[in-house]
């Protein structure tokens, strides 16, 4: 069974500070994985999309890798700003189930 | 483009109601997946929609049923509440079915049974 695993729970950083997120996943055979944002009571906002073929996305000051051999995401946040704390979540399918999630990081960007 | 509209945004009910939620994909997109939102168990996948089928289904009771509509728009009805199904509850849309895209969520209904 996949099982999604994200660390730290929970994470403090000054501001300008750059930061890794890790997602860990059982199951190596994926065909893609998903990077999200949640804002407290809010929905998710998609931040990035990494296809099984690819190593690394990016997006502003945002970039996602993925390794499927040791099972390993990374979403490394350059430049922490305040507004971008907020949870993140990783999720990616398995069987039938379009997407699994992992219980998240909760980011804190302290001014 | 509009995104992916849920309503209503929160609800309480009793426990033994029953509560309909209702989900409007972004325009274009025939796939709708609702999910359960926790504290205790996260982000829990309820169910699957495609052209008006149900493709797949997560491990949740049958007091847990959905539908599609024609336009792509999706319900969601959860009978004989229990407190336990007090959570958010999201549906995320995409262009097609399955798992090779990008899934686009809305921003919830809020659900407290008492």
């Known amino acids: 069974k996949q099982e999604v695993t994200q660390i730290p729970a929970a994470l403090s950083v000054p501001e300008g500070e750059n930061l890794v997120l890790n997602c860990s996943f059982t199951?190596?055979?994926?065909?893609?994985l998903q990077w999200f944002r949640q804002d407290p009571g809010k929905g998710l906002t998609s931040l990035l999309l990494i296809q099984s073929s690819q190593r690394e996305q990016t997006s502003g000051r945002l970039n996602a890798s993925l390794d499927k051999s040791s099972g390993r995401s990374t979403l490394y946040i350059a430049a922490s700003q305040p507004g971008d704390s907020a949870t993140y979540l990783c999720a990616l399918p398995l069987g039938n189930t379009p997407l699994v999630f992992g219980k998240g990081t909760r980011l804190s960007v302290i001014a | 483009k509009a995104g992916v509209t849920q309503t209503p945004r929160y609800l309480i009910k009793t426990r033994g109601q029953q509560v309909t939620l209702s989900c409007s994909p972004i325009?274009?997109?025939?796939?709708v997946s609702w999910y359960q939102q926790t504290p205790g168990q996260g982000l829990q996948f309820l169910f699957e929609?495609?052209?008006?089928?149900?493709?797949n289904k997560g491990n949740f009771p049958g007091r847990f049923s959905g539908r599609q509509f024609s336009n792509s728009r999706s319900e969601m009805n959860v009978s004989t509440l229990e407190l336990g199904d007090s959570a958010l509850y999201l549906c995320?849309?995409?262009?097609?079915?399955?798992?090779?895209?990008?899934?686009?969520f809305g921003p919830g209904t809020r659900l407290l049974v008492l």
């Open positions: 325009s274009g997109h025939r796939s």
């Open positions: 929609y495609f052209s008006e089928t149900q493709r």
């Open positions: 199951d190596s055979a994926i065909y893609n």
């Open positions: 995320a849309s995409s262009l097609l079915a399955g798992f090779q895209e990008t899934q686009y």
